[in-house]
T-cell receptor
Framework: SQQGEEDPQALSIQEGENATMNCSYK?????LQWYRQNSGRGLVHLIL???NEREKHSGRLRVTLDTSKKSSSLLITASRAADTASYFC??????????WGAGTKLIIKP | GAGVSQSPSNKVTEKGKDVELRCDPI?????LYWYRQSLGQGLEFLIY????????KSGLPSDRFSAERTGGSVSTLTIQRTQQEDSAVYLC????????????FGPGTRLLVL
């Protein structure tokens, strides 16, 4: 069963704007990962952030982790049409099993 | 190999038939995972293989589902007596050493049970 909660479920923004997606969870984690899925490239890993890290960057992507609030966010800056995809957070539990959220569907309007 | 590959890419079968789905992980990756994804949904964990250890089968939805991994590389997921609710995309992933690391996904097999 999925125990991560992502919001919003869907997000539609204009090209060039920033997009923020959030992920919350209930139990402790070892790390939290963000993945992107679109029809062209399938499911692709974006960023892994460990429980002792607070922020990571990769290009136009910024991930934050607040373990006290049990939440993470993914920020995409200066969005492009190619960023249109579903974004999933997946956290590792104490057994290092990856627990997946239901995803946020992001649409970038030209 | 360059990435995780899966075959077939699409499979249409009749209710009650058995199907076999194949996954070739990235060469050298010891961990292999199978997931199921229904339309518009997240990933449902099915089974995890780690080296020569006994697999974690805790996600298999029924005893009609089984999987094996031969020689620590190629894996096959078998669904016996398929039902319409088995229709989904079946995704395979591998990671270098252990679960909890970055996973690299194959393109998936889209299964349709009529």
């Amino acid at each position: 069963s999925q125990q991560g909660e992502e919001d919003p479920q869907a997000l539609s923004i204009q090209e060039g704007e920033n997009a923020t997606m959030n992920c919350s969870y209930k139990t402790s984690i070892n790390n939290l990962q963000w993945y992107r899925q679109n029809s062209g490239r399938g499911l692709v890993h974006l960023i892994l952030i460990r429980s002792n890290e607070r922020e990571k960057h990769s290009g136009r992507l910024r991930v934050t982790l607040d373990t006290s609030k049990k939440s993470s966010s993914l920020l995409i800056t200066a969005s492009r049409a190619a960023d249109t995809a579903s974004y999933f957070c997946a956290r590792t539990d104490s057994n290092y099993q990856l627990i997946w959220g239901a995803g946020t569907k992001l649409i970038i309007k030209p | 190999g360059a990435g995780v590959s899966q075959s077939p890419s699409n499979k249409v079968t009749e209710k009650g038939k058995d199907v076999e789905l194949r996954c070739d992980p990235i060469s050298g990756h010891t961990a292999l995972y199978w997931y199921r994804q229904s339309l518009g949904q997240g990933l449902e964990f099915l089974i995890y293989f780690q080296g020569n250890s006994a697999p974690d089968k805790s996600g298999l939805p029924s005893d009609r589902f089984s999987a094996e991994r031969t020689g620590g590389s190629v894996s096959t997921l078998t669904i016996q007596r398929t039902q319409q609710e088995d229709s989904a995309v079946y995704l395979c992933a591998s990671s270098l050493l252990v679960r909890g690391e970055t996973q690299y996904f194959g393109p998936g097999t889209r299964l349709l049970v009529l």
